[in-house]
């Protein structure tokens, strides 16, 4: 079945962060954590956005950025917004795998604090590294205390944790224990790196993918990845190891709106 | 059984990939092609210079039939080469569609889509979300006819011609196509359409109207084909609401000598054309045909 859209009110405001805030619907979505939903501010724009909270009432957890998101942080309670969703294929619990390890950075943590939820339903031990530039950025660490996770921190500057990126963390965290399987999400850079640490390690892993999407259903074409052919609203936007190693344009560029590539910034 | 012969092109099979699905870049196409099995692609529809498009939603979805409104995001044609050079060793005939705001425009793209390795051009005379292009042209007899011909003029490999049910008259344009030697016409571009939410009050769409294409635009684009087939001679390449080999094969009865499938590829997924063909061949067998080209306006 395809998601309709589906216009609801939003039920209430969570502000996490300075520039992110939560957003539940006054709906509830049967999802997967990692999968999406688009989201229409009408008169604004539609943008996708990860599906946050899925027990319950759904959510949105949102960082401002551009425009879209900006708008989307003036909205108040009972204001009106259209929702497609459960969109994509999400992230893959897998019953074999009783130790994971889950790494975000940034606004990437959003998808990964109801993978971590169902993880510890599910019996699997939990350790998560959780990264933001500054410690006040920091998301949704306590969702994951909250279900026993062993959580390590890191902030690019020191303030929290850690200072520096979750893949330094990531790396000292592999040197001293194993895990039966890895789930990132973040920038796309961070992601590259992480999964290069999980495969040197030969830990099975999943990434989340960000693209622009138009359609968001599969059939315009905006998000198909150069060298595998995947739509990442569709066969993603979650892919295992082996499947984005075939994406040659994962960690080199993306399309924009009129499909001509954009490289990322090295760091 | 289902190979066939469309103005020239030699195709495997009569389903083609509609232009605007899947499109984007090279490896959507190239994922139809091979996954899907579609006897040749269409490109989206290509113009001069990059273009974004409409801003989200720019889609509507229903139980079968969609609303969108993309507004013909491309690459501009120097970009898009390298996507259809991708398309090279799939053997899969690619179909370049092609749009401008000037007839110059629609010349200039042409060209460059056969420099680089085109089998055949689709005129682009059917879009009705983007201003002054697509319908604009398609409205017109006249436009048609100067459209087509100087295309015709200045490329060898065939060329076709989509054209929009937003007309008084569908024959009349189709007959400017045949005098201005068009090789075959599309038939038909989505038809202007739209989705007020009851709730937010609004049109659903950025772009306010947008194209109606799917199973409810069949019945529409089966007349118009059927009514162009008992009036013109050249190739007709049916178009709407294509999901079953069933569905196709009332094309073929109306005149048709292969399909075009979009939508349907949201609903019955990449590979739906196989789905089609099988259902087709299905078809043929039951009736006691041996090639498709018997059934070809049998009801005419």
């Not at chain 1, 996770?149 to 690019?156: L, N």
């Not at chain 2, 793209?109 to 319908?135: D, H, Q, R, W």
Request: one cysteine or more; a positive charge; charged letters at 25%.
């Amino acid at each position: 079945m395809i998601a309709k859209l589906h216009v609801t009110k939003i039920r209430e405001i969570i502000k996490e962060t300075r520039r992110i805030k939560t957003f539940i619907l006054d709906m509830k979505i049967k999802a997967q954590p990692g999968q999406f939903a688009m989201v229409w501010l009408p008169d604004v724009d539609e943008k996708p956005m990860a599906l946050s909270y899925i027990d319950g009432y759904a959510g949105i957890t949102v960082l401002k950025l551009g425009d879209f998101t900006k708008k989307l942080h003036e909205a108040k309670v009972g204001d009106i917004v259209g929702i497609r969703a459960p969109l994509g294929r999400g992230f893959k619990l897998r019953d074999e795998d009783k130790k994971i390890l889950i790494v975000g950075g940034g606004i990437g943590v959003a998808p990964l604090a109801p993978l971590a939820e169902k993880a510890v339903e599910e019996g699997k031990e939990v350790t998560a590294i959780i990264g933001a530039v500054t410690k006040s950025e920091l998301l949704f660490v306590n969702r994951f205390e909250k279900v026993g996770a062993k959580v390590y921190i890191t902030t690019d500057d020191g303030t929290a944790g850690i200072k520096g990126f979750t893949t330094d963390a990531m790396r000292m965290l592999l040197e001293k224990e194993t895990f039966d399987a890895c789930y990132i999400c973040g920038p796309e850079i961070m992601m590259v790196k992480a999964l290069e640490l999980a495969r040197a390690k030969k830990i099975p892993s999943q990434v989340s993918l960000h693209r622009y999407f138009k359609c968001g259903i599969g059939i315009c074409g905006a998000c198909v990845l150069d060298g595998c052919g995947y739509r990442v609203c569709k066969e993603g936007p979650t892919f295992w190891d082996f499947e984005i190693e075939k994406c040659s344009e994962f960690g080199s560029y993306w399309r924009n709106a009129a499909g001509v590539k954009v490289y990322f910034k090295k760091k | 059984m289902l190979n066939i012969k469309v103005a020239g092109l030699e195709l495997s099979n009569p389903t083609m990939l509609a232009s605007g699905i899947m499109g984007v870049s090279g490896s959507g196409l190239k994922a139809v092609a091979v996954k899907g099995g579609a006897g040749a692609i269409v490109t989206q529809s290509i113009s001069i210079a990059p273009r974004e498009g409409h801003k989200n939603p720019t889609i509507y979805t229903m139980d079968d039939s969609l609303i969108s409104a993309f507004g013909l995001p491309n690459q501009g044609y120097l970009n898009y080469r390298e996507e259809i050079e991708q398309l090279k060793d799939t053997n899969v005939p690619v179909v370049a569609s092609v749009y401008g705001y000037g007839i110059e425009e629609y010349v200039e793209v042409a060209k460059a889509m056969e420099e680089f390795g085109a089998s055949a051009i689709e005129l682009n005379l059917a879009y009705p979300n983007a201003g002054k292009t697509g319908s604009f042209y398609g409205q017109s007899e006249h436009l048609t006819y100067e459209v087509v011909r100087a295309v015709k003029s200045k490329v060898k490999i065939p060329v076709f011609a989509k054209l929009t049910a937003n007309v008084t008259d569908i024959v009349s344009i189709a007959k400017a196509c045949e005098e201005a030697k068009a090789d075959a016409i599309v038939a038909i571009g989505p038809v202007g359409a739209m989705k007020i939410d009851i709730y937010a009050k609004k049109p659903v769409l950025a772009n306010k109207t947008g194209g109606l294409s799917g199973k409810c635009l069949k019945p529409i684009a089966v007349r118009c084909v059927y009514e162009i087939a008992k009036e013109v001679d050249i190739d007709i390449i049916g178009c709407g609401g294509v999901f079953t080999g069933e569905d196709a094969v009332e094309y073929f009865l109306a005149g048709a000598k292969a399909v075009q499938i979009g939508t349907a590829v949201l609903y019955r997924g990449i590979r739906v054309f196989k789905k089609v063909c099988r259902e087709i061949e299905s078809y043929l067998k039951s009736q006691g045909y041996s090639s498709l080209d018997e059934i070809i306006g049998l009801a005419l």
